[in-house]
């Protein structure tokens, strides 16, 4: 089937949204996420951040202090989202009221992207609905309150594809270069991204110029035929050289850190031995025994001490991302069949209407955000009628390819690392977009000789549904992390409703190691300090690897009087987690008379 560009151009003349619709619709969308905003002010889960938040935290303070490039630590993952965080910490202090406002604003622009995305295909009421769409779903308005980069990714792959599409329409050799500098920021906010860059490649091929035929024709003839050859190849080449200079900073940056040029951290062989080892047959969420704690600087700091124990010399960087991309690779090549299993597993999650675990539960955030309660959840309606969308845009025009590239890469990054629905989120405004274009295509086909496809695709759409339902309840939803909640409450400083729902949770969960910590935590700064030393002992018998656990009963030991027994548990804490607040502790401890 032809492409219908002219066609497609001609009705985005013919039907032009008026700007007061526009404008209202950008404004009902914003309004939504600072709603969200003033609930996220007052919800506990907003002063107990996940890992990567945390890391993320501190990079962001390093960058506004000058010391962004220095420590491994904050080369171990991507640094495009800590470099902006340090800007921002920079001009207003560290704020994460006007983080979350500017995030707000830049998802606002994320549903603009989607409409001028459906402009750009001669489809602008299909745009329309697809901002409608994005502007509601659940899990865009949760992460504009969230210390993540996923704002910024599904924003950047809105306006990748918006820019591909109308870069094809152009003869501008500076276009192409800048969109290749586009390409190579992208990587800098997630690596994964790099994928889009090499698929930018292949643009050229989908180019409307005059001399690039955009359709199956007659044979140009030799010359003709050579000059789009040509016109391909050089517009290929500025796409390369952009992206070569926009990662350059990058590679200069790890090389001044640690003698690495490569412009991508050094934690891809790390990630691939968390999923792929003997140890973790299902390629599941992984932390091998050596590592203390799920925070990216403990998983850099105990993979790099391992590996340098293995080898028997310290490790630089690189060195140590090598030895275990190694490790990983040796696995993969002699476990192919577990391999494949694990890949189809999280693939399915793709699919599934579950939210899949990730530092921020939508389930979890429903209970403390109005907003988010009365929003469905959106995985199985947006991906039910954003791939039947995309099929059907697929019969109509051979632009489907830009369309599909984020979906595409949000799936691999799923099927090949994390299945975390955080992963998914990224392919979010593309669906909602195909979601709007499936919408627009049922309407105008039930007014034309067409309108057989209407059926064929509200079969396809619930098909996928109906899998996303059933692969749901085969995996249920990810359980209440209680003790988020509760430690949540006590760095609020309400510590007696922190006290009170831990009572609750550890009378259901007798064996929930965290619940027992903060409850030995709440005993005592009530000055409870017996009580608070019998449930952190029970609290280090589940989890005796809890450097916080440790440290707050040697606080609780040395104020019952107990110094050597506070000392021995200080040192503990500092062996799993060298902390200077842990040094500062046993100091105090050992002046203590």
């Excluded at 697929?394 to 994390?418: H, K, N, Q, S, Y």
Aim: charged share 15%.
């Amino acid at each position: 089937m032809t492409v219908m560009v002219e066609a497609t151009s001609s009705r985005s003349n013919a039907e032009r949204l008026k700007p007061i619709l526009i404008f209202g619709l950008m404004a009902a969308v914003l309004a939504l996420r600072i709603l969200q905003l003033f609930s996220a002010v007052s919800s506990p889960l907003s002063y107990q951040p996940g890992p990567d938040e945390d890391y993320y935290l501190r990079f962001g303070e390093a960058v506004a202090a000058g010391l962004g490039g220095v420590s491994p630590e904050f080369n171990f993952m991507d640094p495009g989202y800590g470099y902006l965080l340090g800007a921002l910490f920079k001009l207003f202090g560290v704020n994460l009221f006007a983080v979350y406002l500017l995030q707000a604003l830049l998802d606002t622009a994320t549903a603009y992207g989607v409409l001028v995305i459906g402009r750009l295909l001669g489809r602008p009421r299909a745009g329309l609905y697809g901002a409608i769409l994005y502007g509601v779903t659940s899990t865009a308005i949760m992460f504009c309150t969230t210390l993540l980069k996923e704002i910024c990714v599904a924003s950047y792959v809105t306006w990748w594809v918006a820019g591909a599409l109308a870069l094809i329409r152009s003869e501008r050799k500076l276009a192409w270069l800048a969109f290749g500098v586009l390409c190579g920021l992208g990587v800098a906010l997630r690596s994964t991204l790099l994928a889009l860059g090499l698929l930018a490649l292949l643009l050229p091929g989908l180019s409307q110029s005059p001399s690039v035929p955009s359709a199956p024709g007659p044979d140009p003839g030799p010359g003709r035929g050579s000059g789009a050859w040509r016109s391909r190849t050089m517009a290929a080449a500025l796409i390369a050289c952009g992206m070569l200079l926009s990662l350059l900073p990058w590679a200069l940056r790890n090389f001044h850190a640690y003698g690495g040029l490569s412009p991508l951290p050094h934690n891809g062989g790390i990630v691939l031995h968390q999923i792929y080892n003997e140890q973790n047959p299902e390629s599941g969420i992984w932390i091998p025994p050596f590592v203390n704690y799920s925070h990216p600087s403990e998983i850099w700091r105990g993979y790099a001490a391992e590996a340098s124990r293995r080898q028997g010399r310290a490790l630089s960087p690189p060195e140590v991302d090598r030895y275990w991309r190694q490790q990983a690779l040796i696995y993969m090549k002699d476990h192919p069949a577990e391999v494949l299993r694990g890949v189809l597993h999280k693939s399915l999650a793709f699919l599934s209407a579950t939210e899949v675990p990730n530092n921020r539960f939508s389930a979890e955030e429903r209970l403390f955000s109005p907003v988010l309660a009365l929003l469905p959840a959106p995985a199985t309606w947006l991906l039910a009628l954003g791939l039947a969308g995309l099929v059907w845009l697929a019969l109509e025009d051979r632009r489907w390819l830009i369309i599909a590239a984020p979906i595409f890469i949000a799936w691999l990054t799923m099927a090949v690392f994390w299945a975390e629905d955080r992963f998914r989120f990224h392919a979010t405004p593309l669906l909602a977009l195909c979601s709007g274009l499936w919408i627009d295509s049922a309407v105008r086909h039930l007014k034309d000789h067409r309108r057989w496809q209407v059926p064929v695709f509200a079969l396809l759409a619930a098909l996928i549904a109906g899998v996303s339902l059933y692969l749901g309840s085969q995996n249920p939803p990810p359980a209440i992390r209680w003790d988020h909640i509760v430690w949540g409450y006590i760095k609020m400083g309400e510590i007696p409703r922190a006290r009170e729902l831990a009572q609750r949770i550890a009378q259901e969960q007798p064996d929930n190691g965290p619940i027992l910590e903060a409850l030995g935590y709440t005993a005592a700064a009530n000055r409870q300090y017996e009580e608070a030393a019998q449930d952190l002992e029970r609290a280090i018998a589940l989890r005796p690897r809890s450097h916080v656990a440790h440290s707050n009963l040697a606080r609780a030991y040395l104020a019952l009087g107990r110094r050597t027994d506070a000392e021995q548990e200080a040192k503990i804490a500092i062996d799993l987690y060298p902390s200077p607040d842990y040094q500062a502790l046993l100091s105090q401890i050992e002046a203590t008379p």
